[in-house]
């Protein structure tokens, strides 16, 4: 049962707009919750992450958003650039000592100039 | 700033044959994990350490063994390869440190492509 579910495989963006990434949680006992991008051949970058004690978290054009009731975690990039084209992950950290992330299957982006 | 660096980009193995990945990470960072990630899947975690001692298990084959050395690198084993082990395998590395909550964020480095013909 996949605790962490990335419900959109590709999401296509024009330059200049704002490009949203969703998640959807079903396991509370996440502590920290991440975005990483990755291009291809390269391993995941992080990018951004917000703890489980705040709703929101701004880094420059990348703002992500917790909705801890609803279980949804969303990440804004505005404007969105061509070099922002990549696939993106929401990974959640469990909580404890070994803070194992649980990802998502991935969000491919394609900003259009 | 250094980065995960990992051993050998690519890797093209046979059957039954042994592979063994290597992941030296960020210095001073203390804590290394290795996931698996086949085509069109997400990335799925394998196994970590935490001061040279496994710290967590996850979906890692019996066929697979990992330590993680003095110098805070870590070795992947694989043995007795299938074709199903093709894939990427990255590793990642954090600092952990002693203090509880902190975000110990995972840094990754490229990846090893691994191919069992």
């Known amino acids: 049962d996949q605790q962490v579910k990335q419900n959109s495989p590709s999401l296509s963006v024009q330059e200049g707009r704002i490009s949203i990434l969703n998640c959807d949680y079903t396991?509370?006992?996440?502590?920290?919750f991440l975005w990483y991008k990755k291009y291809p051949a390269e391993g995941p970058t992080f990018l951004i992450s917000i703890s489980s004690i705040k709703d929101k978290n701004e880094d420059g054009r990348f703002t992500v958003f917790l909705n801890k009731s609803a279980k949804h975690l969303s990440l804004h990039i505005v404007p969105s650039q061509p070099g922002d084209s990549a696939v993106y992950f929401c990974?959640?950290?469990?909580?404890?000592?070994?803070?194992?992330?649980?990802w998502g299957l991935g969000t491919s982006l394609a900003v259009n100039p | 700033a250094a980065g995960v660096i990992q051993s050998p980009r690519h890797l093209i193995k046979e059957k039954r044959e042994t592979a063994t990945l290597k992941c030296y990470p960020i210095?001073?960072?203390?804590?290394v994990y290795w996931y698996q990630q086949g085509p069109g899947q997400d990335p799925q975690f394998l196994i970590s350490f935490y001061e040279k001692m496994q710290s967590d298990k996850g979906s890692i084959p019996d066929r697979f063994s990992a330590q993680q050395f003095s110098d805070y690198h870590s070795e992947l084993n694989m043995s007795s390869l299938e074709l199903g082990d093709s894939a990427l395998y990255f590793c990642?590395?954090?600092?952990?440190?002693?203090?509880?909550?902190?975000?110990?964020?995972?840094?990754f480095g490229a990846g090893t492509r691994l191919s069992v013909l």
């Open positions: 990974a959640f950290r469990e909580a404890g000592n070994n803070r194992k992330l649980i």
């Open positions: 396991n509370s006992m996440f502590d920290y």
């Open positions: 990642a590395s954090s600092f952990r440190g002693a203090i509880a909550g902190n975000k110990n964020i995972q840094y």
């Open positions: 210095p001073r960072h203390d804590t």
